[in-house]
């Protein structure tokens, strides 16, 4: 194919002196000459194990060149590829100044050059921006006149590189992603990654958008995550080194796909207890562990926010699907869901309760003391079966995945059916009451 890459810093000069190196005819395009003339005389403008070669045989071979006219890098080009900077602004946000530009200067580029065969011209964003920018910042280019014989489809195509292996994460991707709703972008990607054997993830512009940030947000709080743990064991006189590296060999809970799916507050005997324990042996030795420490308050928040939803509503009249902290488990100590049932009949609503296992006459110790503590009347809450807990409920709150409990919820077809579990199934999440959590 030929591509246009625009932005010759560490991801463009990668991806350019890669995709050249594929077969590709590339033209690098960047507003700084001296990037420019590094490629044209076969050098890298930036330092990345493998980089040097990689050009040096690119621009050798005449599939790679570099300019600082896009007029030039759009001559018959099939694919332009946007990956200028975008750095932070004084406020934090992404600066889009460099995105707004490139797109200026290929939409002016447009009038001069040729399109390619075809006419279709598919721009893809690789730089990182927010969800929403692609369609604000691109979407021009779709709906908007073009010159003649030019029309364009967009997507968005994060890139994963780590500098110090650009080279060799370019050929070797944790994933391909292509966001994008046009099926004209959808096959030009396909043919520019063919030579990766990699199956492509098409999804929509935005959730490609958000998975680089979902990305180096794990990144950034896992280190974090390894520091905290370090500073408090250290205090304590033991080696987070060694801890750590015991820890990772946990592939089934810890370096794995547990706990990583959008859903409810975290409760139950062991996490917040442990986590208050942890915070005040910090406390105790003037260590600070701002991230971890916050965990809880972050949870918090998301009891409250459900809470806050209902209660904005006119609607006064609960059911909750689900008590126990998770199911499968008649343990009620620090439920998120009982606390929720707490707050709901505190406001005076009208609350009923269905758990296919938490069944109070059979509580005892522990449980039933917190069960007490939290909600005194709670066996008049309970109703022995669904339909009698969904009777007359306007809003149903689900956080278990009973199959009786959600067939039964699919028949009520209350106002507002909040989903606190993420996996409730079609027949639910097409009710028109259907609301995620945070989804
Ligand atoms: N560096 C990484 O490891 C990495 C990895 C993945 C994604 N990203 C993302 O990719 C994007 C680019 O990152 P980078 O590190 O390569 O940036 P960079 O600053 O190294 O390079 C950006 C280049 O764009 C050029 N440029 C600016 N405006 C231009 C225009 N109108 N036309 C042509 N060129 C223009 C600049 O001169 C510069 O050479 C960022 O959004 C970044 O967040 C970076």
């Known amino acids: 194919?030929?591509?246009?890459?625009?932005?010759?810093?560490?991801v463009g000069t990668v991806t350019a002196a890669g995709l050249a190196s594929r077969g590709h005819h590339v033209v690098g395009v960047d507003v700084d000459p001296m990037k420019v003339d590094a490629i044209s005389r076969g050098q890298s403008p930036v330092v990345e194990p493998g980089i040097g070669d990689l050009v040096r045989r690119s621009v050798a071979s005449g599939r790679l060149e570099a300019t600082t006219e896009a007029r030039h890098a759009l001559e018959c080009a099939d694919v332009s590829l946007l990956c200028v900077g975008t750095p932070s602004s004084a406020r934090g946000d992404s600066d889009l100044t460099y995105l707004r530009r490139a797109v200026e200067d290929l939409r002016d580029s447009m009038r001069e050059a040729t399109p390619p065969e075809g006419g279709v011209h598919t721009v893809v964003v690789r730089s990182t921006v927010p969800p929403g920018t692609c369609a604000k910042v691109l979407g021009p280019l779709v709906t908007g006149e073009l010159p003649q014989g030019w029309s364009v489809a967009i997507a968005m195509c994060p890139e994963f590189l780590r500098e110090g292996s650009g080279v060799e994460d370019f050929f070797a991707p944790p994933f391909v992603v292509v966001g994008t709703d046009d099926a004209r972008a959808q096959v030009a990607l396909r043919e520019l990654f063919a030579f990766l054997s990699h199956d492509i993830h098409y999804v929509d512009l935005g959730t490609a958008e958000s998975l680089k940030y979902a990305c180096n947000a794990f990144h950034a709080v896992k280190v974090t995550f390894a520091n905290e743990m370090g500073r408090v064991f250290a205090a304590f006189g033991v080696d987070s080194r060694r801890v750590m590296d015991i820890f990772i060999q946990d592939t089934k809970l810890n370096v794995s796909h547990a706990y990583l799916r959008p859903g409810f507050a975290f409760g139950g005997s062991c996490l917040p207890k442990d986590l208050r324990a942890l915070q005040s042996m910090a406390r105790s030795h003037d260590v600070e562990i701002p991230m971890v420490g916050s965990a809880l308050s972050s949870n918090e928040m998301l009891v409250r926010?459900?809470?806050?939803?209902?209660?904005?509503?006119?609607?006064?009249?609960?059911?909750?699907?689900?008590?126990?902290?998770?199911?499968?488990?008649?343990?009620?100590?620090?439920?998120?869901?009982?606390?929720?049932?707490?707050?709901?009949?505190?406001?005076?609503?009208?609350?009923?309760?269905?758990?296919?296992?938490?069944?109070?006459?059979?509580?005892?110790?522990?449980?039933?003391?917190?069960?007490?503590?939290?909600?005194?009347?709670?066996?008049?809450?309970?109703?022995?079966?669904?339909?009698?807990?969904?009777?007359?409920?306007e809003v149903v709150i689900v956080s278990s995945s009973d199959a009786e409990a959600l067939r039964a919820v699919t028949a009520a077809s209350p106002k507002l059916v909040i989903d606190l579990h993420g996996r409730l199934g079609e027949d639910v999440e097409q009710l028109s009451g259907y609301a995620g959590v945070s989804w």
């Open 305 to 393: 926010s459900v809470v806050d939803r209902v209660l904005q509503t006119e609607y006064r009249s609960v059911c909750l699907v689900g008590l126990s902290f998770k199911m499968d488990t008649d343990d009620l100590r620090e439920s998120p869901n009982l606390e929720v049932a707490e707050r709901f009949v505190g406001k005076g609503l009208d609350v009923r309760i269905y758990d296919p296992i938490v069944n109070p006459d059979k509580l005892i110790g522990a449980n039933l003391r917190h069960l007490q503590s939290k909600l005194a009347h709670v066996n008049r809450l309970l109703a022995a079966t669904p339909e009698e807990a969904l009777d007359g409920a």
């Open 1 to 10: 194919m030929k591509v246009a890459v625009f932005g010759l810093g560490y």
